[in-house]
């Protein structure tokens, strides 16, 4: 058992040293990429890969994990490689076309869906829906709420599509519609209860655009400006034509920008203005509630 054990242990160190030295990942987490890579490839459980250590050694002439591992091995997101990613308790499949929906990110669902009663007829708009992460979540834990996901990229859109086929089963097209639109372009004239997005909020020439997982992902859905505010101003500045009475708009912003997100919630009347953190402690979603009045036509 002892051989049998060191041969697995021989690929999972080797690979897994590789990654670290090429991404600057920790041992832990190399390893648990490799491991994935592994059970992925050879279609098998991580439990039948510790029962069956001789298994790894297949993963030397299996050109499915090699051909993962050396795309891995050049940065690309595993996410991208193997075409999911886990988010709220759900497998959401995803594409170059899509951001990597995020753990961060299920924070902009808890908060929306504290807003939504869960027996009322509601209507939500995801803006920039991208993989439809949000928009699906939101519609899987509310079965009386219809959403609406907008976004300018059909790429976007075609993968949200099938997301919501699969997760929503045969509601999909009455729970969720999906429509090519920058932002609020063409939904000109609908009301909604609740408005979340998590728009581009990187500012052009950050650093952070040059490491990582986010170099391989759609800049058009990361940048925005020179203080990466843009968007964030366009959508605040907006939301009050499409608000109803008593709706709430939820935005996901970066690390240091709940201030400015704030400021931009009071200019534009927003009322019990709320900012919360993610589970690292960082300030991530910032909201209002409309409770003005009509905001005026457009």
Not at 71 to 78: F, S
Request: contains cysteine.
């Amino acid at each position: 058992m002892n051989a049998l054990v060191t041969a697995r242990d021989i690929v999972l160190l080797r690979d897994a040293k590789r990654l670290c030295e090429a991404l600057e990942l920790s041992s832990r987490d190399a390893r648990s990429e490799v491991e994935l890579l592994l059970t992925r490839a050879l279609d098998i459980t991580r439990a039948r890969l510790i029962a069956h250590p001789e298994l790894a050694g297949a993963a030397q002439e299996n050109s499915t994990y090699q051909h993962w591992f050396e795309r891995r091995l050049a940065g690309e997101p595993i996410a991208y490689i193997l075409g999911e990613r886990e988010f709220y308790g759900h497998t959401f499949s995803v594409s170059p076309d899509v951001l990597i929906p995020r753990p961060e990110t299920e924070l902009l669902v808890d908060m929306a869906l504290a807003r939504l009663e869960p027996h009322r007829r509601l209507r939500v708009l995801d803006l920039g829906t991208g993989s439809g992460a949000v928009a699906i979540a939101i519609a899987l834990h509310r079965p009386n709420v219809t959403v609406v996901g907008t976004d300018r990229s059909r790429g976007s859109l075609a993968v949200a599509s099938t997301n919501a086929k699969r997760l929503l089963g045969g509601a999909a097209q009455r729970r969720l519609r999906l429509i090519h639109s920058d932002w609020f372009e063409q939904i000109a004239g609908t009301q909604f209860d609740l408005i979340v997005s998590n728009p581009p909020y990187v500012a052009e020439g950050d650093p952070h655009l040059a490491r990582g997982d986010i170099r391989f992902e759609p800049r058009q859905a990361l940048v925005s400006g020179s203080h990466g505010l843009n968007a964030l101003e366009q959508i605040v500045t907006t939301a009050p034509r499409y608000l109803a009475q008593g709706g709430w708009l939820l935005c996901e912003h970066g690390y240091d920008q709940a201030d400015a997100v704030r400021r931009l919630l009071v200019q534009a009347r927003f009322s019990q203005r709320v900012s919360e953190r993610d589970l690292a402690g960082i300030p991530r979603v910032s909201g209002g509630r409309w409770l003005t009045g009509p905001a005026g036509g457009g």
